[in-house]
């Protein structure tokens, strides 16, 4: 995930047994237009490593070419895509550098266990400053700054029952001249409060997450609340953009969307500090995934 003052977006790659699909989508944040590119595999077919530290991560066809090349053990990863015009979506190229040398950049790792016995998903998230451009067709190319943008890479390997939900909300940006990135999930343990992923990364700081209540009284598209019952997260997301798909096969269905919007509200981190944040930028993803 990336973010500017320009720009939000993400760049994932999801990979099972049945199919393995990757998707790139950017918001422009002056004109909240939307971008949305994906290509969808069958299993095996899309190049997924076994290491993190020293890696490449690619779905290479024609229309749609994506590869990160992760170089985690040099404080480096590197995205490149090379979208061709196709479905009425202009073309896109883009070459973004993820950054995790500097002092402000954390990383964070987790293993959950799962509702089912001897099943986890472990977690492995990494913040960090990107630079690099994003050319689309005719437009004036979009730089990110080092200094202003940044960025989140997460990567996880889960076990998936036959149905699965999740709801995640991730928020990247400055706050006060500072890489602030919180994500916050609902929880995959059958313990919430003794397992889960919540975290809020800010400040040098690591910051464990209580579990949390999402609830959306107003509809997809309204305003969300975000809230947990120890008073460290009173959020409200505002959704702008909608990125919605729905895919029915033989043997699976999936549904899910991604929007992006702002969130007001505060939180309060491991020494104390309440963060206090208005039209702060992210994403919350709602997934249906049945097998």
């Not at 979009?142 to 939900?165: C, N, Q």
């Not at 809020?200 to 959306?216: A, C, D, G, M």
């Not at 909608?242 to 981190?269: M, P």
């Amino acid at each position: 995930m990336f973010c500017d003052d320009d720009v939000i977006g993400e760049v994932s790659f999801f990979s099972c047994y049945l199919f393995s699909q990757m998707e790139t989508s950017f918001w422009l944040r002056g004109s909240n237009e939307k971008y949305s590119y994906r290509r969808f595999l069958p299993a095996r077919f899309m190049h997924i490593p076994k290491h993190i530290q020293y890696s490449v991560t690619a779905c290479r066809k024609r229309h749609r070419y994506a590869r990160i090349f992760s170089r985690l053990s040099h404080g480096k990863l590197h995205v490149d895509l090379d979208f061709l015009t196709r479905d009425s979506r202009p073309s896109c190229e883009s070459r973004l550098d993820l950054d995790i040398t500097d002092s402000e950049s954390l990383d964070f790792t987790s293993v959950l266990p799962y509702f089912v016995s001897r099943r986890c998903q472990a977690i492995f998230m990494q913040t960090g400053s990107v630079d690099g451009w994003i050319s689309l067709a005719y437009k004036p190319d979009i730089l990110l700054k080092k200094e202003s943008a940044v960025g989140l890479v997460d990567i996880r390997k889960s076990y998936l029952g036959v149905k699965t939900k999740r709801t995640i909300a991730c928020g990247l940006g400055k706050y006060n001249n500072k890489k602030l990135v919180f994500k916050i999930n609902t929880s995959v343990a059958p313990d919430s409060y003794k397992h889960n992923e919540n975290v809020l990364l800010y400040n040098s700081e690591r910051t464990p997450l209580p579990p949390v209540q999402i609830t959306r009284p107003f509809g997809l598209m309204k305003k969300w609340i975000i809230q947990d019952t120890e008073g460290m997260i009173d959020l409200v997301f505002n959704p702008i953009s909608q990125n919605h798909k729905k895919i029915n096969a033989v043997i699976f269905r999936t549904e899910y969307n991604s929007i992006y919007g702002t969130f007001d509200g505060t939180l309060v981190s491991a020494s104390g500090d309440e963060i206090k944040l208005k039209n702060f930028p992210g994403i919350v993803k709602k997934y249906n995934v049945r097998v």
